[in-house]
């Protein structure tokens, strides 16, 4: 008789608490949802890039921005369903920085919210943006692959994170202008491995003027690979 009070009531005994405000939450990604409301959501956005518009209006028809139209990137389209600002900004540092993996779930699971409704043409696979092996073991852990790996499993698409590779230990990207960071990327990813890719999906954790993602997917776009999507969990306001 104890066991089985036990076993229905031991949850109930540690009180579960928000991620942000530590208000109590049933949620098993443990965000309450007020805290989930407040996730800013990239609403206006351009089709390519994911850029967020300067509107409090929430555009209907696809747009493309004027970076995008003037000099195209190598991917076709972006899906990034947050801005990064506060509260999702926090989560993204504490995973990233401080490896409090257990916000990889609740981060991934706001992407996949947003490409539930995508049942058809779905990439052949996700790649993750690759880490230098030396930031690697600084690390302990790269963001991105962990991640995709649960967004990978729940939406039964194969993930691949041997296909390609950081071939420069390139200085933080969050410290360089948008030309030093172009600069700072040239040749810094490489295909190790034939393949026959035609569609495939790289995911990074945040995008902040797209010249990393762009990179890899030059390097794709040269071993074959026709459309590349870029997916994130958030985008910044930053300009390319």
């Not at 972006?78 to 801005?83: D, E, G, R, V």
């Amino acid at each position: 008789m104890i066991y089985n009070w036990l076993k229905n009531n031991l949850s109930s005994l540690f009180l579960k608490q928000c991620l942000l405000c530590l208000s109590p939450t049933n949620n098993k990604h443990l965000l309450c949802s007020s805290c989930e409301e407040d996730l800013p959501e990239n609403k206006s956005h351009c089709i390519i890039c994911a850029i967020p518009f300067s509107t409090t209006q929430t555009i209907h028809s696809p747009l493309v921005c004027g970076k995008c139209i003037k000099s195209p990137p190598f991917y076709t389209m972006s899906l990034i369903p947050h801005i990064y600002a506060s509260p999702l900004k926090q989560l993204i540092s504490n995973l990233k920085f401080q490896g409090n993996l257990t916000h990889a779930p609740l981060l991934a699971q706001g992407f996949i919210n947003s490409i539930e409704h995508r049942k058809n043409n779905l990439p052949e696979c996700i790649i993750p943006v690759p880490l230098h092996p030396q930031r690697l073991q600084e690390r302990g852990f790269n963001q991105a692959l962990e991640l995709a790996r649960i967004i990978a499993k729940k939406l039964n698409i194969p993930l691949d994170y041997a296909l390609c590779q950081r071939n420069k230990a390139t200085p933080f990207q969050s410290d360089l202008s948008a030309k030093q960071r172009k600069q700072n990327l040239k040749n810094a990813f490489g295909v190790s491995q034939k393949h026959s890719y035609k569609h495939v999906a790289i995911f990074d954790d945040v995008v902040t003027t797209g010249t990393t993602v762009n990179e890899l997917a030059r390097q794709l776009k040269q071993s074959g690979v026709e459309t590349i999507e870029v997916w994130a969990i958030a985008r910044t306001n930053n300009k390319r």
